[in-house]
């Protein structure tokens, strides 16, 4: 399987991937145009950002933004009552995205506390993994019910969160760790995945999906990746 990461999927939408949406918090953050022309930027072969989640709200989300079953809706919490609030808001057989990972927020204390609540027999669940993320996190997901994970978002740096190649060993390592507490779990690699022979390479350590974001900035690798993806 592969994904369009957010925020591509808000846009994007390709014969056979899944757009994923967002990531939407509970409520609107302003601000969005303005931070990225502050700090979205291209450096040393990589992209850096600090937009902090700015978007326009769940329910804005649903309502324009979703499209279809293939879409799958990013949630991110800023307050501790956020995940109660939006599994009460998002139908239950729409399929997440918990991102648990982002670089550019103040994380709360026990931010993962709850996330178990939005599984159900209806819809998949993903869990956005940090590049950093210990084995012990990992295991306290998969003991939650979590069986699909997204390896990796983007890394804190002073630039803002980095994206791209330089992700590979977080993401390789976190293959890695996933595969072998549960070798049934839906890995989905992302980081600096330009070409087809990047989805083979993170085959090689245990991914079994992969998901397109850097790749979004240039159309004629994008179109040339997908139209591998496509048999085309």
């Not at 019910?145 to 390789?172: Q, W």
């Amino acid at each position: 399987m592969f994904y369009i990461a957010a925020p591509f999927g808000n846009y994007l939408k390709i014969k056979n991937t899944r757009s994923v949406i967002g990531s939407f918090t509970l409520k609107k953050r302003k601000g969005l145009l303005k931070q990225i022309a502050k700090t979205l930027r291209y450096k040393d072969g990589n992209w850096y950002n600090s937009l902090g989640l700015r978007n326009p709200g769940i329910h804005f989300g649903l309502k324009y933004y979703y499209r279809s079953k293939r879409d799958i809706i990013s949630l991110a919490a800023i307050e501790p009552e956020d995940w109660i609030e939006l599994n009460k808001i998002v139908p239950d057989n729409v399929d997440l995205e918990i991102n648990i990972s982002c670089p550019n927020i103040k994380h709360f204390e026990d931010y993962t506390q709850g996330i178990e609540n939005f599984i159900n027999s209806k819809r998949k669940v993903i869990a956005k993994l940090a590049p950093g993320t210990e084995i012990a996190t990992v295991g306290a997901l998969l003991d939650k019910g979590f069986k699909s994970f997204h390896c990796c978002n983007t890394k804190p740096t002073e630039h803002g969160g980095m994206s791209g190649r330089k992700l590979r060993p977080y993401v390789i390592n976190l293959c890695t760790v996933i595969k072998s507490l549960d070798k049934n779990a839906e890995i989905i690699a992302g980081g600096g995945i330009y070409e087809y022979q990047d989805v083979s390479y993170y085959k090689n350590f245990g991914a079994t999906s992969f998901s397109l974001g850097t790749v979004c900035f240039h159309p004629i690798k994008l179109y040339n990746l997908t139209r591998k993806i496509n048999g085309l």
